[in-house]
C-alpha cells in the first residue's frame, strides 16, 4: 500500500472537543485501547464458535454465537468510537490488537464445545473485571462519559457470561448414548 501523508500517529492524542483534560483522556485511551484490542480477540473467537459449532444444540448454539459476535462487534465499536472522541486512535491491525489484549487467542482448529464455552465464560470474566476497573478509573478522573459508556457494557457482559454459565450447566435435556458419543 502506498503511504499517505498520515494525520495522526497512533499514540498521539490530539485536542478533545469535550474539554476533558488531556491527563485524564490520555489515561482513559490507553485503558480503552487495551479494551478494544481485547473485544476484538473476543469477537473473533465468537465468530469461529459460530463457524464450527456442531452436535445436537447446534441450531441454539449457533443463534447464540451470532448474537455474541453482533453483541460484542457493537460493545468494540461503541468503546472505539469513544476513544476518538477524547481524541485518541484506536489500535486497528489485528497484529497490534492481538499485542494489546488481555486475552489470549484460542489455537486454531475445532475443540469440543464446552471447552470452546469454558473459554468463552473465561474471557468475559477477564473483560468483567477490566471494564469494572476502568470504569473505576473513570470515576476518579470525572470522565462519566466513559463511565457510563462502560458501566452499560459490563451489564451486557455480565449478561452474556450468565448465558454461558446455563450452557455448561451440568444437567441437560439432550443426551447422547455412549455408543454415540464414540
Not at 497512533?10 to 485511551?29: H, W
Amino acid at each position: 500500500m502506498t503511504q499517505k501523508t498520515q494525520l495522526q500517529e497512533i499514540d498521539e492524542l490530539e485536542r478533545n472537543a469535550i474539554g476533558l483534560p488531556s491527563f485524564t483522556a490520555k489515561q482513559m485511551s490507553g485503558l480503552l485501547d487495551t479494551l478494544v484490542s481485547s473485544l476484538s480477540t473476543q469477537y473473533h473467537q465468537y465468530l469461529k464458535h459460530h463457524w464450527v459449532v456442531e452436535g445436537p444444540e447446534h441450531r441454539d448454539l449457533h443463534v447464540f454465537f451470532e448474537e455474541a459476535y453482533m453483541e460484542t462487534q457493537g460493545h468494540l465499536d461503541a468503546v472505539a468510537e469513544r476513544m476518538t472522541t477524547l481524541g485518541a486512535v484506536p489500535t486497528a491491525s489485528m497484529r497490534a490488537q492481538a499485542g494489546k489484549s488481555l486475552l489470549e487467542a484460542e489455537s486454531e482448529g475445532v475443540f469440543p464445545i464446552r471447552d470452546m464455552l469454558k473459554s468463552d465464560l473465561e474471557n468475559e470474566q477477564a473483560l468483567i473485571s477490566f471494564i469494572g476497573e476502568t470504569i473505576a478509573k473513570a470515576s476518579e478522573l470525572k470522565d462519566y462519559g466513559t463511565e457510563t459508556l462502560l458501566k452499560k457494557v459490563l451489564m451486557e457482559r455480565e449478561e452474556r457470561a450468565h448465558e454461558i454459565d446455563h450452557y455448561l450447566g451440568h444437567d441437560s435435556l439432550v443426551r447422547k448414548t455412549l455408543a454415540e458419543a464414540q
